[in-house]
């Protein structure tokens, strides 16, 4: 029996790393899903505190993040290869045409 | 086994949003039909969603009302932030039919977008639960993310439109993480149980780090600094009715889901983080506005004064106690009016081929457009804080609350950074007035429907600074239910 503890300090694990993703890697697509990583963390979070409250609203927070998470790779990819059409490059070093 | 029981289900708190959501599958209906139907039909059903939802509004108010087991709050204070939000996609949409007519595909799809975006705003602003607030924000999120690029063809719109989503989509997993949290260490996401459950252990390291990551989404969804880097870029890129929607109503809604979290929930914690506010207030004046002087393009140049704007309005988040918010709440009133305004010019200004974005575009206004250059000035002069104008009158609000409040450091430099302000604003009134139009200046081409929302743009500015008591006094009895 794993105490929840471990669950909560492994999804802080994978936030980080999701977080460190985000700031380290120059590709978009990457970059996106060290995002989904993020938010998986969250889930991981919810779940294992649900556990812990005894009460169900953690697990439903769950499939609430999952749909919404489902929108916006919808969004998040259309807008990805709107830019990669124009650029036929990806990295998010080229966006620079707007600066300070 | 025992039936399901089902849940009172009330639809009386829900109109107001309903009908914008309403209306728009109706206009995503309208863009199926077979045989197209004008653009300007299907603005017009999207205009009048919005005027419905802001009556039914109007007509709840006085009536709070509470929906899916407090998940929705519909308070006054709830209902005067949809006042200010329904009212700033209105405007946005009366300039749009002008604007996407020069330069926009010919699609209703984008004024679906303008009133889903909406609809998450309404939401966002009546979240009584941490959940539902996630859901709200992504709403609107998401719908400005397309938004922002609705121009695919155009690289800036595009590059904008990627900036803003990968930025907002990793401060949307901050603030999620924060609300997971905050979960963790209360057991529940509804605001007032969460107030409840941390009465006494403000100092609980699970409960502070999520109000922490809770503090960063929102820094980004208010472009407050140091989250503030997406925004001159947005506002650049993206279609200048739709920045005008930024600007306005998602920062409006943030401001108000802020405000909303912090007062009830998490009211404990409250000299935790009006320590951390003060300072991103200060800070977050100071950058806006003296990055705000470099700036020649004006789109840009109003998206550092927002961020500005952005700081005086946490100035009065701050101060708390009722006159803070309430201060903050008229505020946004007459910064929704002023904005929206401003923009407004510049969607009715061009160039050859191109909108009129440059300050140099602007030189000779006043000869060759005596009206519209007259409008773009008072709204400027607004955003400055001159007497009698509703800039004033939200600004002295929100200094006397934090001067009453004891934050009288704060005040000060608010009122410097006012001052600091007035050197990029008038310089664009100068170029107006004062001089020669350098070759072919901006061309103004003001329908209908958009010279009809600069008005009503301008009669509110004028309004709100000569009368502002009554406003004010309603922005202060909307903030007295969530400080029960």
């Known amino acids: 029996m794993v105490a929840e503890s471990w669950y909560v300090a492994l999804s802080a694990v994978l936030f980080s790393i999701g977080v460190v993703g985000v700031v380290v890697r120059r590709n978009p697509l990457v970059m996106f899903m060290s995002i989904e990583l993020m938010l998986n963390a969250a889930n991981l979070a919810f779940v294992a505190f649900g556990r812990r409250a005894g009460n169900a609203d953690g697990q439903i927070a769950v499939f609430f993040v999952m749909a919404v998470a489902a929108a916006e790779v919808a969004v998040g990819l259309a807008i990805i290869v709107t830019v990669f059409r124009l650029r036929r490059r990806l990295s998010v070093d080229d966006l620079s045409l707007m600066r300070w | 086994m025992t039936p399901l029981a089902m849940p009172p289900v009330a639809i009386g708190p829900l109109a107001p949003v309903l009908i914008v959501l309403g209306a728009a599958g109706l206009v995503l209906l309208l863009d199926?039909?077979?045989?197209?139907?004008?653009r300007e039909l299907i603005a017009t059903v999207a205009l009048a969603g919005l005027v419905g939802a802001l009556l039914a509004t109007l007509a709840r108010w006085g009536k709070p009302?509470?929906?899916?087991?407090?998940?929705?709050?519909?308070?006054?204070?709830?209902?005067?932030?949809?006042?200010?939000?329904?009212?700033?996609?209105?405007?946005?949409?009366?300039?749009?039919?002008?604007?996407?007519?020069?330069?926009?595909p010919e699609t209703g799809e984008y004024y679906a977008l303008v009133l889903f975006s909406t609809g998450g705003m309404m939401l966002l602003a009546a979240a009584g639960d941490l959940i539902v607030l996630f859901l709200a924000l992504e709403l609107m999120s998401l719908s400005l993310y397309v938004l922002a690029g609705l121009f695919k063809r155009e690289l800036a719109a595009s590059e904008a439109s990627m900036k803003y989503f990968i930025l907002g989509a990793f401060a949307t997993s901050f603030l999620l993480y924060g609300i997971a949290l905050i979960y963790g260490a209360t057991g529940t996401t509804n605001l007032d149980r969460i107030a409840a459950a941390a009465a006494g252990r403000a100092h609980d390291p699970l409960l502070v780090i999520g109000l922490g990551l809770l503090l960063v989404g929102f820094g980004f969804k208010i472009s407050s600094v140091p989250f503030h880097m997406w925004a001159p870029d947005v506002y650049q890129g993206a279609p200048t009715s739709v920045t005008a929607l930024i600007a306005t109503g998602s920062k409006a809604a943030a401001l108000a889901a802020l405000i909303r979290v912090l007062v009830t929930a998490l009211r404990g914690s409250q000299p935790d983080w009006a320590v951390l506010l003060w300072v991103v207030a200060a800070i977050t004046m100071t950058v806006g506005n003296v990055v705000a002087i470099a700036q020649s393009n004006l789109k840009r140049l109003l998206a550092y004064s927002s961020i500005a704007h952005v700081g005086y309005m946490l100035i009065g988040v701050v101060a708390g106690g009722s006159a803070g918010?309430?201060?903050?709440?008229?505020?946004?009133?007459?910064?929704?009016?002023?904005?929206?305004?401003?923009?407004?010019?510049l969607t009715l200004c061009e160039r050859a081929q191109a909108e009129a974005v440059e300050v140099g575009d602007y030189a000779g206004l006043a000869r060759r457009h005596p009206v519209l250059a007259a409008a773009l000035g008072l709204f400027l002069l607004s955003l400055v804080g001159i007497p009698p104008l509703a800039g004033f009158v939200g600004k002295f609000y929100l200094f006397a609350a934090a001067v009453r409040a004891g934050y009288l450091w704060l005040a000060v430099i608010g009122v410097v950074n006012s001052a600091l302000a007035a050197y990029y604003y008038l310089r664009v009134v100068v170029f107006m007035y004062m001089r020669e139009p350098e070759g072919a200046g901006a061309r103004l081409v003001p329908s209908f429907a958009g010279g009809l929302a600069l008005a009503i743009a301008l009669i509110g500015i004028v309004l709100l600074g000569v009368i502002p008591a009554p406003f004010a006094d309603l922005a202060q009895a909307a903030v007295a239910p969530l400080l029960r």
């Open chain 2, 32 to 38: 199926l039909l077979p045989r197209p139907v004008g």
């Open chain 2, 65 to 104: 009302g509470r929906a899916f087991q407090d998940m929705l709050v519909l308070d006054d204070f709830a209902l005067f932030a949809n006042v200010v939000i329904c009212y700033a996609a209105a405007l946005v949409v009366m300039l749009s039919i002008d604007y996407l007519g020069r330069n926009g």
């Open chain 2, 325 to 345: 918010p309430g201060a903050v709440l008229f505020y946004l009133l007459t910064y929704a009016f002023t904005t929206a305004g401003a923009f407004g010019v």
